[in-house]
Nanobody, 117 residues
Framework: DVQLVESGGGSVQAGGSLRLSCAAS????????MGWSRQVPGNERQWVAT???????AYADSVKGRFTVSKDHTKNTLYLQMNTLTAEDTAMYYC????????????WGQGTQVTVS
């Protein structure tokens, strides 16, 4: 089975930066896309960013220009570089991956907490 393990969360002051990592394992195929979502308790999970197999990226308007998604294919690791963080970015951040043929997230990591004060 595919496993995703996030790391890199923590506490940071407003205006600061963090880089999240998502180590993926168990693949027998190259996923159509991978991405990040976030969730605040009591709210729905919010999509943040996606990286497609062909290298294209997409971002939610709320993070565009501040967050950058990238992937190290040699390490099977997805990253989310987060700059100019604000309190509104405080959330649990989840890594997700899709199947081979469509960008529909079907595997999720356990999450890593980001707190901006």
């Amino acid at each position: 089975d595919v496993q995703l393990v996030e790391s890199g969360g923590g506490s940071v002051q407003a205006g600061g930066s963090l880089r999240l990592s998502c180590a993926a394992s168990g693949y027998t195929y190259s996923p159509y896309c991978m991405g990040w979502s976030r969730q605040v308790p009591g709210n729905e999970r919010q999509w943040v960013a996606t990286m497609y197999r062909d290298g294209r990226t997409a971002y939610a308007d709320s993070v565009k220009g501040r967050f950058t998604v990238s992937k190290d294919h040699t390490k099977n690791t997805l990253y989310l570089q987060m700059n100019t963080l604000t309190a509104e970015d405080t959330a649990m951040y989840y890594c997700a991956t899709a199947g081979r043929w469509a960008c529909a997230f079907n595997y999720w990591g356990q999450g890593t907490q980001v707190t901006v004060s």
